[in-house]
């Protein structure tokens, strides 16, 4: 029966997802040799990396991901960088198909005035960095002033203020990286500003998230009545539901009675940033109010950009406005696309399921003869890469160092640690 060999660049959901898509269209006339290539030592990117550890139901998932990864024929390649390790047009020539499915991990920049200070970061930092991820650990956000301005109205700038506004105690039954646990803790920061460029109408949260809000113990949230109430107005008698279902939400909050905590989180709606001043890092924001020529500025000393990604080029494939290149997945040849790299930042993790599968439909329609067998190993020159059972190794070990703390788990976070703990 044929048998084709396919790789998947970039263990995330999407990834995943695709793999799994790949599964389930297997019948005793078909079936497929996934390899999943992965530049970390550990898979399952943003429910990993990005995904807050607040919201840990969100990260049930990886079950899905580890019952694909342990069906005949998935192959895990983890630590192994594409264009370092192995390059498109190898992988291009070798396998009968190839997916890319790396994500967009860059965060997209204001482009004002004053971006560059020090106290400016991206979500696309501060994110992986409470996460853990490799290449933030040494990542140190300002954390010694009062007031932190978060940029942008959707579901990441969401996270990052509770991050920031919530008791840091009540990350201690999480798996936030314990160098972030500690940086919260020693934090300065009291008041979180959210600034959305457009009305409470226009935000991008989702009101799961919203309703979430007023579960924070200790911390004060606020939103402006007169606000809400002006949106809801402005919808009119019809509101999409969705739409509904956020100002509802808000409205719940912004009804509440405020708290004597220490600790605010407050939204401020129709806020466009239009320049971040300070001498040697940042001091203030300064803001128009979105629809007229007035300005108003916002002290704080750290101001976090969560305005979306964009994917990071890969050589040798092509890249237009964040994303790869594709129609409906298909790039080139024998090369697809799938999540956020396919269709830019947005979605919960969900959504790349049906997105994964409908370009893996294209995949299998596209394929001929399959190619000659061949091992990957083969083709890669490093000997440390982390296969499913050295990553299970990895796993285990992670969990069971978090159950005395009741953690879920205690990240390891170097790359070193991490393949000392697969067992290399
Ligand atoms: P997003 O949902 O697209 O939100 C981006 C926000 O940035 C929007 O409010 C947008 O406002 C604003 N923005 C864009 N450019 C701006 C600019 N130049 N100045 C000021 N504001 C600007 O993106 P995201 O928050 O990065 O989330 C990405 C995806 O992941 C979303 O689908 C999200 O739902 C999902 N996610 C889900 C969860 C969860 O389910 N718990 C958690 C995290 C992320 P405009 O609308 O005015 O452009």
């Avoid at 930092?125 to 140190?140: C, I, K, S």
């Avoid at 509770?162 to 840091?168: E, G, S, T, V």
């Avoid at 911390?219 to 809400?228: F, G, P, Q």
């Avoid at 220490?262 to 203030?284: C, Q, S, Y």
Wanted: contains cysteine.
């Amino acid at each position: 029966m044929p048998q084709f060999k396919v790789a998947i660049v970039g263990a995330g959901p999407a990834g995943y997802f695709a793999a799994q898509a790949l599964q389930n269209l297997q019948t005793e006339q078909l079936s497929f040799t996934i390899d999943m290539i992965e530049r970390l030592p550990t898979p399952w990117g943003l429910v990993r990396s990005g995904v807050a550890p607040d919201h840990p139901k969100i990260k049930t998932v990886s079950k899905v991901f580890e019952k694909v990864a342990t069906n005949d024929g998935f192959n895990l390649y983890g630590n192994i960088e594409l264009g370092k390790d192995i390059s498109i047009e190898v992988l291009m020539e070798k396998y009968d198909a190839v997916v890319i499915a790396t994500g967009s991990a860059n965060g997209k920049r204001l482009g004002i005035p004053g971006e560059e200070l020090p106290g400016s970061i991206s979500a696309a930092e501060f994110v992986p960095w409470y996460n853990g991820h490799p290449d933030f650990a040494n990542f140190n956000p300002e954390l010694d002033c009062d007031t932190a301005v978060v940029i942008g109205a959707g579901n990441v700038a969401m996270d990052v203020a509770r991050m920031l506004a919530l008791d840091p105690s009540e990350l201690d039954e999480t798996d936030t990286a314990l160098h972030a646990i500690d940086a919260l803790k020693k934090s300065a920061i009291r008041t979180v500003i959210i600034s959305a460029r457009r009305g409470p109408e226009h935000a991008a949260f989702t009101s799961p998230e919203l309703r979430d809000l007023p579960k924070l113990e200790h911390t004060n949230v606020w939103m402006s009545k007169t606000e809400i109430e002006a949106a809801i107005i402005r919808t009119g008698d019809s509101p999409e539901k969705d739409v509904k279902s956020n100002l509802d939400a808000m409205l719940l909050i912004a009804d509440r009675e405020p708290t004597n905590h220490d600790r605010t989180m407050r939204f401020h709606f129709l806020a466009t940033p239009i320049e971040i001043k300070g001498n040697d890092r940042v001091e203030e924001v300064v803001f128009q109010k979105t629809g007229s020529d007035e300005t108003f500025s916002i002290e704080c000393g750290l101001v976090i950009t969560a305005i979306g990604y964009e994917a990071e080029s890969i050589d040798g494939v092509p890249y237009e406005k964040g994303k790869v290149l594709n129609t409906e997945g298909r790039v080139e040849e024998n090369l697809y696309v799938v999540g956020w790299a396919k269709r830019g930042p947005s979605g919960v993790i969900g959504t790349n399921k049906s997105d994964a599968a409908a370009v893996i439909n294209l995949l299998v329609e596209d394929l001929k003869e399959p190619k000659p067998v061949f091992n990957l190993s083969s083709l890669i020159t490093t000997d440390k890469v982390i296969s499913q059972s050295h990553w299970e190794s990895i796993n285990s070990a992670e969990i069971a160092a978090g159950e005395p703390h009741g953690k879920p788990r205690i990240k390891a976070v170097s790359r070193e640690e991490l393949l000392r703990l697969g067992g290399l």
